[in-house]
């Protein structure tokens, strides 16, 4: 049986952040000996255990402090996102499929990009605080992946930012201007299954693709 729980994965976690000289290293070690203890199938029955019964896709976080968000990603097939940023360390612990961050740095007042990394199953992805990036699922089944960030995600939403898919214009980041920057991303791409994955897991998102 697993021992692996959203509580003690976090209580864990924040101690060893806690005590460390670099934070970001003893998470991506936290996150590391969560995976190599555990299964994958074990760690996401914990994460749908832990998802508020009402949340959307944009809401499946499983665990908020001040020092700490763990979130479950459930990425749909094909799904492409706006680029964005989180202002936070993390790390991204994959557990099914396949997801490829693809990355970002400033150029003046743009963007250029400066590489991609795929992570598969039991791979883990370490995000520096200052990281820009875009996900991709490129396969035809949902991602799953646990999220962690060294802080809370309800409080900082208002220091993150997103980028249109045209012009790469810096805006405020919300979990609506997501979605919606990234149904444009798709539409620019011509990634109708991506668009339909994205219309079954959030039924709201049919008006705003069908007035793009």
């Known amino acids: 049986m697993s ?14 952040m806690a005590s460390a000289e670099d934070a970001h290293k003893a998470m991506k070690i936290c996150v590391e000996q969560a995976m190599a203890d555990n ?17 959307d896709i944009g809401e499946l976080i ?27 360390i993390a790390c991204i612990a994959q557990l099914e499929g396949e997801e490829i961050s693809h990355i970002y740095k400033r150029d003046g007042d743009d963007l250029v990009k400066v590489g991609q990394e795929t992570a598969v199953p039991d791979d883990v992805v370490a995000l520096r605080a ?12 949902v991602g799953s992946a646990l999220h962690v960030y060294g802080g809370d995600f309800t409080t900082i939403s208002g220091q993150r930012s997103i980028w249109t898919s045209e012009d790469h214009e810096e805006r405020p980041f919300s979990f609506p ?25 959030i039924p709201a998102a049919a008006p705003m693709i069908e007035a793009l």
Not at 39 to 55: G, H, M, Q, R, S
Not at 66 to 76: K, S
Not at 130 to 141: F, G, K, T, V, Y
């Open 3 to 16: 021992d692996f729980s959203v509580d003690g994965f976090a209580a864990a976690c924040k101690d060893a």
């Open 130 to 141: 200052d990281a820009i990036h875009a996900i991709e699922n490129p396969n035809h089944s």
């Open 39 to 55: 299964t994958p199938k074990d760690v996401i029955a914990a994460l749908n255990a832990a998802v508020p019964p009402d949340a």
């Open 177 to 201: 201007e997501l979605l919606k920057e990234s149904v444009k991303t798709m539409k620019t791409n011509g990634n109708e299954d991506g668009l339909r994955a994205v219309v079954e897991a």
């Open 62 to 88: 499983v665990h908020a402090s001040p020092e700490l968000t763990m979130l479950y990603g459930r990425i749909p097939p094909r799904f492409q996102s706006a680029i964005h940023n989180h202002t936070v």
